[in-house]
């Protein structure tokens, strides 16, 4: 039509006026855009209105076709959290994702077929929709064609399925057929409460089931719903289900009896999703589960479930991956060609098996068997109770907390190999650096490091270092062992350094042992070299300490017994001689050996006392007093003689200090140019005069 009798009007385009009224009648056909307070009308390129009406979607009011019409309504909701396909209803106050069953807290009345944005979404209440191939049903399959979809019963809610409810408590409610992959008809009728039901019995072949005396076997492809009833024992043998009045196996194990008194079909449980394949006698997916009463474990719902790619055999359990198998409670096999078998166990690896209580084998080719067992590697392998292979190509077997973390680690026992390339052997174990070995509670922390003790004493921490019962090897290349209290342990902390020793609490501080570079103890006890004597040693003895830096290459012995005689020297060789004050053993220059040369002293002084290293003469000038040693050696001789020429007027005493010199405790010079010879028996434990004048 052409608009000439307003304003602003031409052939082409057209404004009206805010305030006025436009008023079009007879037909009218447009092309382009209509536009009015913001809202849109495509119209079709035609021009044509046959067979098309207005559609608000999206906040756009658009020209559809009549045939894609259904009865719908846009509604907001805050964050209302819904997608496409699912089905909701309304509890009063709010918008709720519905559930098939009497506990629901809402009727199930449509499903969203346009979600607007976060807070709006369109609700279909019935009749014809396209768009359900992006509709998912409760297992997250695609929905399929020429299929009577249900509310779903339980979680997850607002969610369809094709397996008609039949327990007791659920509601039958179709909500969707489908034609096509795409399309389908929103039906929503009033649910059906399923209650108690009478049992038709099973007779001739029929749903896939034949007659065999007294049982039944599966012999084709299985219809909902096929109702069974009697008592039968369960049994599997190669492809077959044995339904018989007696006793049969599965897998092995004495099959359960079970007294189907009451209507049994299939169910949706576990809420996984199932692959569609040829079933065992062909047609759809075999299904066969006894969802009410108690199963082989006391929990409700025992399945068989057999496709060409995945076989499910078991209460709860899931089969996901392809080519992958799952048989008893609440199993999960995710994985390609994964195996999952026991209670609560999940293979999601592929390759992967998983088998026991709570166990997982998360990573490709993995194994975890036992309670708790968890092979998270690639390549992994966990079997034991609380076992975990997490490192790829790691191997945890044992009970306890057996970790194998590092990869191509072992760790077997009650033991921990962190490490990369670690092994771990034995109770409470640690092999930590990589390369590092831990054998019988032993702690290897560093690199290529290695323990072996118990109760976790024995520390090897330092590259290349090795602990051995109760030692630690601090330094690298170090090694430790021995024996040692709980505190105090024998310690190599200097690189390179050597200990084989004993230990106490009392004896040695935290820090003392071999604690310089290339430093060596064997033997003894409570031994220390300080970190500045490089390549000192100690042999033997008890609580030798080698502190500050003067005994570098030096070698300390408490005793020294030479076993056969050294070869005879001469006398101009060089002799050794002990140094009471610093330990230590000296050379001096040849001598000439004179058994009439003394070493000889002068005392100046009042008085004096004499040690075990005094000079064997002493020429008394002045004083009136001489003391023996305290703890004199055996058989120590001393000379006394008065050089003043004054020892008849000063009398010259010599004190025994605790000992009696022959019965007296002291002896006296009382004579000009006198002297007295002294030697001490330890036996006697006294003094005698060998001579005197």
Same mark, same amino acid.
């Not at 051995?468 to 630690?472: K, L, R, S, V």
């Given at each position: 039509m052409t608009f000439v009798t307003r304003p602003n009007l031409d052939n082409n385009a057209f404004r009206q006026e805010s305030g006025t009224t436009l008023t079009l009648t007879g037909t009218t056909n447009f092309i382009? *855009? %209509?536009q009015s307070k913001g809202t849109e009308i495509d119209a079709d390129s035609t021009g044509a209105l046959d067979g098309y009406a207005l559609k608000y979607v999206g906040g756009v009011i658009r020209l559809v076709e009549e045939a894609d019409q259904a009865i719908t309504q846009i509604f907001n909701q805050t964050t209302h959290g819904f997608t496409g396909g699912t089905v909701v209803g309304y509890n009063g106050s709010a918008w709720e994702k519905a559930v098939g069953h009497i506990t629901g807290t809402s009727e199930p009345i449509g499903i969203v077929t346009n979600v607007i944005d976060a807070n709006n979404f369109e609700l279909t209440f019935g009749g014809y929709i396209t768009g359900t191939t992006?509709?998912?049903? /409760? #297992?997250g399959g695609t929905l399929v064609g020429g299929q009577v979809y249900f509310v779903h019963p339980s979680s997850p809610a607002g969610t !369809?399925?094709?397996y008609k409810p039949v327990a007791e408590g659920?509601?039958?409610?179709?909500? %969707? #057929?489908?034609?096509? $992959?795409?399309?389908?008809?929103?039906?929503s009728y009033r649910g059906n409460i399923i209650t108690g039901t009478t049992v038709n019995p099973l007779t001739g072949a029929s749903n896939g089931l034949r007659v065999v005396s007294s049982g039944a076997r599966l012999g084709g492809p299985l219809i909902e719903n096929t109702e069974i009833t009697g008592n039968f024992n369960l049994g599997i043998s190669a492809n077959t289900i044995t339904l018989s009045g007696s006793t049969g196996t599965l897998l092995g194990k004495a099959a359960f009896t079970q007294d189907f008194s009451s209507t049994y079909g299939p169910r949706d449980v576990p809420d996984v999703n199932f692959v569609t394949a040829q079933t065992i006698g062909g047609g759809d997916d075999t299904e066969i589960l006894f969802a009410r009463g108690s199963s082989i474990d006391g929990n409700s719902g025992f399945k068989f479930e057999y496709t060409n790619t995945a076989l499910t055999l078991g209460s709860r359990s899931g089969t996901v991956g392809n080519f992958s198998t799952? !048989?008893?409670?609440?199993?999960c096999a $995710?994985? %390609?060609? $994964?195996?999952?078998?026991? /209670?609560?166990?999940? #293979?999601? @690896?592929?390759?992967s098996f998983s088998g026991g209580y709570y166990t997982r084998a998360t990573g490709v080719n993995s194994f975890a068997f036992g309670n708790y067992a968890y092979a998270c590697g690639n390549i992994s392998f966990a079997v034991g109770n609380y076992a975990c292979a997490i490192g790829n190509n790691s191997v945890a077997i044992g009970t306890g907390a057996v970790i194998a973390n590092g990869n191509c680690s072992i760790a077997i026992g009650n033991s921990r190999a962190y490490g990369g390339y670690a092994l771990s052997i034995g109770n409470f174990g640690r092999a930590c650096g990589n390369y590092s070995m831990s054998l019988n509670s032993g702690r290897a922390y560093g690199t290529s490091s290695f323990a072996l003790g118990n109760g976790g004493i024995s520390r090897a921490c330092g590259t290349g270092s090795v602990a051995?019962?109760? @030692?630690?090897a601090i330094g690298g290349n170090s090694f430790a062992g021995g024996d040692g209290d709980t505190s105090r342990v024998p310690l190599a902390s200097g690189f390179g350094s050597f200990i084989w020793s004993r230990t106490t609490n009392a004896g040695v501080t935290a820090t003392e042992g071999a604690a310089a570079a290339y430093s060596a103890i064997l033997g003894g006890q409570n031994h220390n070299i300080a970190s500045g004597n490089t390549r000192a040693a100690i042999l033997g003895g008890d609580?030798?300490? !080698?502190? @500050?830096?003067?005994? *570098?290459?030096?070698v300390a012995v408490p005793n020294l017994a030479l076993w056969d005689g050294p070869e005879t020297g001469t006398t101009t060789d060089q002799i050794l001689v002990y140094d009471v004050d610093d330990k230590k053993v000296k050379r001096i220059g040849a001598i000439t050996v004179d058994l009439n040369s003394y070493p000889t002293t002068i005392i100046t002084g009042t008085s004096v006392t004499l040690t075990n290293s005094s000079d064997f003469v002493q020429l008394v000038s002045g004083a009136t007093g001489v003391t023996m040693p305290a703890s004199p050696d055996d058989e120590i001789v001393f000379k006394i003689k008065d050089v003043s020429g004054n020892a008849a007027s000063s009398n010259i005493t010599i004190s025994g200090n605790g000992k009696n010199i022959e019965g007296q405790p002291s002896a006296t010079i009382n004579s000009n140019y006198g002297n007295l010879e002294f030697i001490f028996n330890a036996t006697l434990d006294e003094w005698y005069i060998l001579s005197f004048y």
């Open positions: 382009g *855009i %209509l992006s509709y998912t049903d /409760y #297992s !369809l399925t094709k659920e509601v039958e409610k179709p909500m %969707l #057929s489908t034609f096509g $992959s795409n399309d389908g008809v929103v039906t799952t !048989l008893g409670f609440n199993n $995710s994985g %390609l060609h $994964s195996l999952s078998t026991g /209670y609560d166990t999940i #293979s999601s @690896g592929n390759q051995f019962p109760t @030692g630690c609580t030798i300490k !080698l502190t @500050g830096t003067s005994y *570098i290459d030096y």
